[in-house]
């Protein structure tokens, strides 16, 4: 249910990357066991081991190590200098950007909104990043780093499925509504999908569990 782990998932299968998956169950903590943090030391997900025991964490780091060390289409990571900064450029705003999204879901989860606290308005916050995203990577792009689908998107989209779980709809951001339906008409469809399913039935056990106090 990590919104930065799905990203990485879609990424090697799409991709046909040979990996094998380890889950991390988060609610019993196993990001914090002694084995984990030997691997990352923050005690967060996702993180990688190559076979010769290399060692990465940070999402947006280990998408764009895996571009660098395999042969995957270009469009997710140009090698064209101008064409790949954008997906740099994107990425940097995103390490911020986009805790607003977290804040306003979570800010609808009264056990978990102290968890998240949020400086100011979690709305207005929220919605001063979608604008920024929206004036900033979609001025005259059907995607957020160019004309082309690259890590940008992909890394950002399930975020998006935490605000649609919260009810929260995008009218106010007609560009980037079509952004989002732009790139679920690809092959990510099907992960988004199981995305919101998995976080509406953890939602709705939080729900649940607040309703019985």
């Not at 190590?65 to 101008?82: A, E, I, Q, S």
């Amino acid at each position: 249910m990590c919104p930065y782990c799905k990203p990485l998932y879609y990424f090697a299968n799409a991709t046909k990357l040979s990996h094998e998956a380890i889950p991390i169950d988060l609610s019993k903590g196993e990001q914090r066991t002694p084995e984990y943090l030997s691997i990352n030391p923050f005690g967060k997900v996702p993180a990688i081991t190559e076979e010769d025991g290399f060692i990465l964490f940070e999402s947006s780091t280990i998408l764009r190590y895996l571009c660098n060390t395999r042969d995957v289409p270009d469009n997710w990571y140009p090698k064209d200098p101008k064409k790949r900064s954008q997906v740099d450029l994107f990425f940097d705003w995103f390490q911020v950007g986009t805790k607003n999204f977290i804040t306003y879901a979570y800010s609808k989860l009264p056990s978990m909104a102290g968890k998240f606290p949020s400086i100011g308005d979690p709305l207005e916050n929220l919605e001063n990043s979608l604008r920024e995203m929206e004036k900033n990577f979609l001025r005259d792009r059907k995607f957020l780093a160019g004309d082309e689908i690259s890590l940008a998107d992909i890394q950002v989209l399930f975020f998006f499925g935490n605000l649609e779980l919260s009810n929260y709809e995008l009218d106010k951001f007609p560009s980037l509504k079509e952004w989002k339906e732009r790139v679920l008409s690809t092959s990510i469809k099907a992960d988004y999908e199981k995305y919101l399913g998995d976080v509406k039935a953890y939602r709705e056990k939080i729900l649940d569990a607040e309703g019985k106090k």
